[in-house]
C-alpha cells in the first residue's frame, strides 16, 4: 500500500521513487455526483478515453477525452487542449489531475 510515514521528506521521497505500479494513486480524480452515486467512491484512477472537465486554471469549465496519463509526471492530457509555441506548433498541456472532474468514464474491469 502507500507510506505512512508523517514526515514531509519520507513522504515527498516516496512520491519521487515509487514504482509505477502505486503511481496510479497519484492520478486519482474526483468523480461526478452522479457518477459519484454510481459507483459509491469519490475518486477513482483517471483512464484514457474517460471525459473529463477542467475545474481550475486557464481552461477551467472546458470538457474533453483524455488523451494520455503520464504516471512518472502524475499529469494528465486532454484532446483539444494545447498552447501555442513561438513559431506556432501546438503542444499538448499537462493537467493536474486534481485539477479535474470525470463526467463520463471508459468501460473498466
Not at 483539444?80 to 463520463?104: D, H
Amino acid at each position: 500500500m502507500l507510506k505512512t510515514s508523517e514526515k514531509p521528506r519520507q513522504q515527498r521521497k516516496f512520491r519521487y521513487t515509487a514504482p509505477l505500479h502505486l503511481r496510479t494513486h497519484f492520478v486519482h480524480v474526483h468523480l461526478s455526483k452522479d457518477l459519484r452515486a454510481k459507483m459509491k467512491k469519490r475518486a477513482i484512477a483517471v483512464k484514457k478515453g474517460d471525459k473529463v472537465k477542467v475545474m481550475r486554471g486557464k481552461f477551467a469549465g472546458k470538457e474533453g477525452k483524455i488523451m494520455s496519463v503520464n504516471l512518472t509526471r502524475a499529469k494528465v492530457f486532454i484532446e483539444g487542449m494545447a498552447a501555442k509555441k513561438q513559431k506556432g506548433k501546438e503542444v499538448p498541456l499537462a493537467f493536474e489531475p486534481s485539477n479535474l472532474m470525470i463526467t463520463e468514464m471508459t468501460e473498466r474491469k
